[in-house]
C-alpha cells in the first residue's frame, strides 16, 4: 500500500506563485511515471503535467504550458509542481497520481485558488 500526500495548495491572486508536493509512502515501490490532476467545480478531472520515473519525459497539458513545471526528487520520494503565472482558470482540486508497475495511487487533493 502507498499513501500520497499532497500540500501547497492554497489562496494566491492572480500572477502569483504556488509549489505543489506529493510526497509517498508506505510500502516501496518503484513508479513508473508521476503526474497531476486537477478538478475544477463542475469540471471533470483533466491532466496537468506528467513526468517519467527517470525524468527524462514531461507531459504538460496546453493551458499551462510555458507556466507550470514538474519535477521529482527519487531519495525523497516526492514529486512537485510548481505553478507560475497563475490564473484564475487555474482553481481546482489537485491531486497527485503515481503509477507504479503493478498499482496506481492518488492523493487525496490539494485545493488552490486563484483569485482575481
Known amino acids: 500500500q502507498v499513501q500520497l500526500v499532497e500540500s501547497g495548495g492554497g489562496v494566491v491572486q492572480a500572477g502569483d506563485s504556488l509549489r505543489l508536493s506529493c510526497a509517498a509512502s508506505?510500502?516501496?515501490?518503484?513508479?513508473?511515471?508521476m503526474a497531476w490532476f486537477r478538478q475544477a467545480p463542475g469540471n471533470e478531472i483533466e491532466s496537468v503535467a506528467a513526468?517519467?520515473?527517470?525524468?527524462?519525459?514531461?507531459y504538460f497539458a496546453d493551458s499551462v504550458k510555458g507556466r507550470f513545471t514538474i519535477s521529482r526528487d527519487g531519495a525523497k520520494n516526492t514529486v512537485y509542481l510548481q505553478m507560475n503565472s497563475l490564473k484564475p482558470d487555474d482553481t481546482a482540486v489537485y491531486y497527485c497520481y503515481v503509477r507504479y508497475p503493478n498499482m496506481d495511487s492518488w492523493g487525496r487533493g490539494t485545493l488552490v485558488t486563484v483569485s482575481s
Open positions: 513526468i517519467s520515473f527517470m525524468g527524462a519525459n514531461t
Open positions: 508506505g510500502r516501496s515501490f518503484t513508479p513508473l511515471a
